[in-house]
């Protein structure tokens, strides 16, 4: 066979579909899906809805010519029943023969609505409540008009083919542009939707006779007839940011101590509260006027009838500066950075701020206060604290003239008439319902105060070096009171407790007791001396001794060297077991008082003592020396007893009871088992037990020794652990300074603040504090801070501080504008707060025309040349009207234009529509 070369021809086959037609019928196709043919009306639309109700969406992914586009439907959840009628002013007749777009750009309920979901503006800018769009995925911008008109009759094909009636548009030149082409075909008309952006502004399109004549002559087009008048609908915008005058200005706090001026008691008990700034960025003013007759306005380049005085319908929109400063919670922010300072005392104030042991110094003091002729009272001391030498002083950044107001206001004993006394239950009372679970301290006890001094140093005296000067001072001011016996004021007596409490207030609790415990003892050194005192001291406790020593005569049975002692009183029912002599309660040393991180540290060391033989008979010994005591005092007030009795007083649970008497009449009983093991803790302890009373043992509780280990605590700490002790309280003290603002506008303010205190419930109970929790803590009580600050200068702003804070309309007010909406003034400019804007408005434009022309504010007045409000910082219109398009044989036809000018451009969206059957 020959081989025949042949030919390769190309035939086109014209069966296959093209990649536009492939395109067009994925629209179709994904149009189908969303079920968008045939749509049942919707009932009219209501004033507010494209705000108020939501919005829902779908989206699709396409590509076509290597271009991935992403088409999405947006529609309004309307509700399913007719409401109200249309605002409109044409037939229903009419409307039967429109589409539901058509029917939606003649409404004027929601003419100027401001949405800031991405491509919603849509809405805005033609009045529609469903739309479909065409985007190109990825940001990519489509500025090539062959390919915009591609896309465009793509759109077209589609929704004609799918008997779509729902608006299609396509999104082209740039995407910062927002510019949008689009089309609505159905029911015999066709409405184009077409778009025009400049950034230079017509001269003639600045007002609204040269819009009308735009929007008339593109109606008129091949139309031949004279048109209805035009219904119009204009909002102006003004803003006004110029806070020039302070009746409109939120002032921050006024304290002295931050201009370097002398310090006061009011200003030292309370943290400063609100913004350093105005935290109101601008006002925006919308004066609208809604379906006018062209007929019955004027606005010209020359003149106008649409002032702002004249607007039916005002409404307000406040824009707010971003995170304003506020004082509180800077001040909890510095302190906070202070708490991870690693410096010490010494290296901020020098060796004069060095710890030294003074334990010999109190000892010889003691002995020097033995031997005097009078115990000095408490009043001739204190007399003499401002004026004491201390053993040392230290240079720091606060000034004498400042620290001692300071001393005097933590200290305020300390003065003969003092400014600032603690109350009677200021340091004592933590259990109060609405801060209970926070550990801290009682409000305004020596610790609250301390708190608040501390971060006022900390902030506004000199920094670290401040507070570390404050600090010493007053572990000075504490020494001095302990080697004194002046007890601390403004801190609970009693225990330290560990509970409620934080650390630094259990520390100072502690060398209160000290001091008590001091006392006491020394009174009794001195009684036992033949010391006169010139005062009563009842509560030694040798007055307690000899109460019950005469009581019976039964002690003359017991020997010269085995006398009863210490006794307090007698039980009531209880008899010994073995001689029936009545059971006397004895005389016993007070409980040992420990700090939470003392508790903590014995835990430790019980923990490591492992759970061997000798760990448990060291951890027994550890835990009986209270119980020895005990013990020894109830031999010595019972002579007779037996570790029976002791046990039926000091553990009744160990004591079981059995049917009948005993012989002395008492119920009969045995031990329990575990006081039977042989060898258990307490019957040895027992056996090794004397007869000693409570007065005449070794201490359990060394008060000396205890009172230099918590000064020691409080000197030896680095400026950062300061810190750590202290924040909590300060926290604490934040926390009610936010609580006491009442602000009617924010309703949840409680409950934010309910959530806080739970968080810091949480923060406070550890030893060690957490930085981070209570860096959170800030940031919420910085956010509360700031919605208050702007509440109240919207407060001063709209109701003037005349009172008006109550007035229900104008709370209402303001908590539409926290939420960042645009409200409606109520009764426009005709109301308190339409009068009050007026008035910053007219403020403004005075003081900027006395800055322009020099002139005084009387000759302003005089002249009253100046306007009370300022050139339209932009323009809308929507005209609206009905013609016979494109022919006068067609049917009657909605169109419509939206127009917005701003001050660097100009946009004009139209829809246009025109009868398809009638030409």
């Not at 208050?788 to 709209?798: D, F, G, P, T």
């Amino acid at each position: 066979m020959n081989n025949v070369e042949i030919e390769d021809v190309y035939h086109h086959d014209f069966t296959t579909a093209s990649e536009w037609e492939v395109f067009i019928a994925r629209l179709e196709e994904v149009m189908h899906e969303w079920k968008l043919s045939h749509t049942k009306p919707s009932p009219p639309l209501k004033e507010g809805d494209f705000l108020n109700l939501p919005w829902e969406e779908n989206t699709e992914k396409l590509n076509f010519a290597d271009v991935e586009f992403s088409l999405k439907h947006y529609r309004l959840k309307t509700e399913d029943k007719n409401s109200q009628t249309s605002t409109s002013s044409f037939t229903e007749e009419q409307e039967e023969t429109w589409t539901q777009s058509q029917k939606d750009i003649m409404s004027s309920a929601n003419d100027f609505i401001q949405i800031d979901q991405s491509n919603l503006e849509i809405a805005c800018y033609y009045g529609l409540r469903e739309f479909i769009l065409l985007v190109p995925a990825k940001r990519s911008s489509i500025t090539d008009e062959t390919r915009i008109k591609i896309l465009l009759s793509s759109l077209t094909i589609a929704v004609s083919n799918a008997h779509c009636e729902i608006p299609a548009f396509v999104q082209v030149q740039e995407q910062w542009q927002k510019f949008y082409l689009g089309i609505n075909v159905g029911k015999g008309s066709r409405m184009h939707l077409n778009m025009v952006h400049l950034k230079k502004i017509p001269p003639h399109c600045k007002h609204l006779a040269g819009l009308l004549t735009i929007f008339k002559q593109k109606i008129g087009e091949g139309c031949g007839i004279r048109l209805d008048p035009v219904m119009v609908s204009v909002r102006w915008s003004y803003t006004l940011k110029d806070w020039t005058s302070s009746t409109w200005t939120q002032e921050p706090p006024d304290f002295d101590f931050m201009q370097g001026e002398t310090l006061g008691v009011d200003e030292l008990g309370k943290l400063p509260f609100g913004a350093t700034f105005d935290p109101i960025k601008e006002f925006h003013l919308f004066v609208s006027w809604i379906d006018l007759c062209e007929n019955i306005v004027v606005d010209s380049e020359h003149f106008s009838d649409l002032e702002p005085l004249s607007a039916l319908e005002w409404s307000l929109k406040v824009e707010m500066v971003s995170s304003p400063a506020c004082l509180l919670g800077e001040y909890l922010s510095n302190f906070i950075q202070l708490c991870n300072s690693p410096k010490s005392l010494v290296e901020l104030l020098g060796e004069g701020a060095a710890y030294i042991d003074n334990e010999n110094q109190s000892l010889s003091s003691a002995f020097n206060i033995l031997t005097e002729s009078r115990i000095p009272s408490i009043s001739t001391v204190v007399s003499r604290t401002t004026s004491k030498s201390r053993k040392n002083n230290v240079d720091g950044p606060i000034t004498e003239d400042v620290l001692l107001p300071i001393l005097y206001f933590l200290f305020p004993d300390a003065e003969e008439k003092p400014r600032a006394p603690y109350s009677e239950n200021s340091g004592y009372s933590v259990d109060d319902d609405q801060w209970r679970g926070i550990k801290t301290c009682a409000i305004d006890g020596l610790v609250w105060r301390l708190a608040i001094v501390a971060a006022h140093c900390a902030y506004n005296l000199g920094g670290l070096t401040a507070l570390a000067q404050l600090w010493h001072e007053f572990v000075q001011e504490v020494r001095f009171r302990w080697e004194k016996c002046i007890p601390l004021p403004g801190v609970g007596p009693g225990f330290p407790d560990c509970v409620r409490t934080c650390l630094l207030h259990q520390k100072l609790q502690m060398i209160n007791c000290c001091i008590a415990r001091k006392k006491a003892r020394e009174a009794n050194e001195k009684r036992a001396l033949g010391m006169d005192l010139g005062e009563s001291s009842g509560d030694s406790e040798d007055d307690e001794f000899f109460e019950c020593l005469n009581e019976d005569a039964n002690e003359r049975q017991h020997p010269p060297w085995n006398r009863p002692v210490g006794r307090l009183a007698k039980h009531p029912s209880l008899r010994l077991v073995g001689t029936g002599e009545p059971l006397y309660l004895p005389v016993t040393q007070d409980p040992v008082p420990k700090t939470e991180d003392q508790l903590e540290e014995d835990a430790q060391v019980m923990m490591q003592l492992g759970t061997d033989k000798a760990g448990s008979e060291m951890r027994a010994r550890l835990m009986s020396a209270s119980l020895l005591s005990d013990m020894e005092s109830f031999k010595a007030a019972n002579p007779s007893g037996q570790l029976e009795d002791f046990i039926r007083w000091y553990s009744p649970r160990d004591w079981i009871e059995e049917d009948g008497q005993d012989e002395w009449g008492q119920p009969a009983g045995h031990l329990s088992p575990r006081m039977l093991i042989a060898n258990n803790p307490w019957s040895s302890t027992w056996d090794s037990a004397r007869p000693v009373p409570a007065h005449r043992q070794k201490r359990l509780f060394d008060d000396t020794r205890e009172a230099e280990k918590a000064l020691h605590y409080l000197a030896s700490k680095r400026l950062g652990q300061v810190g750590q002790l202290l924040l909590p309280v300060l926290a604490h003290s934040a926390l009610v300074t936010l609580h006491e603002q009442k602000v009617d506008a924010l309703p949840s303010l409680p409950d934010v603040v309910q959530a806080i205190h739970n968080r810091l419930q949480f923060a406070s109970k550890p030893i060690n504090q957490k930085l981070q929790i209570y860096e959170e803590i800030t940031r919420d009580i910085e956010n509360v801070e700031a919605l208050i600050a702007q509440v109240n200068s919207l407060q001063l702003k709209l109701a003037g501080g005349e009172g008006d804070s109550g007035d229900k309309e104008l709370t209402a007010f303001l908590v539409q504008l926290m939420r960042g909406k645009e409200v409606s003034v109520p009764k426009g400019p005709r109301g308190t707060i339409g009068a009050r804007i007026s008035k910053m408005f007219s403020d403004a434009q005075k003081a900027a025309y006395m800055m322009t022309t020099s002139h005084t504010e009387a000759e302003v007045i005089a002249e009253g040349k100046f306007k009370p409000f300022p050139m339209p910082t932009s323009k809308e219109f929507v005209l609206r009207a009905m013609a016979p398009r494109p022919t006068p044989c067609s049917a009657m036809q909605p169109q419509r234009l939206y127009v917005s000018i701003d001050r660097d451009c100009i946009r004009m969206a139209g829809a246009f529509s025109e009868d398809t059957i009638f030409f």
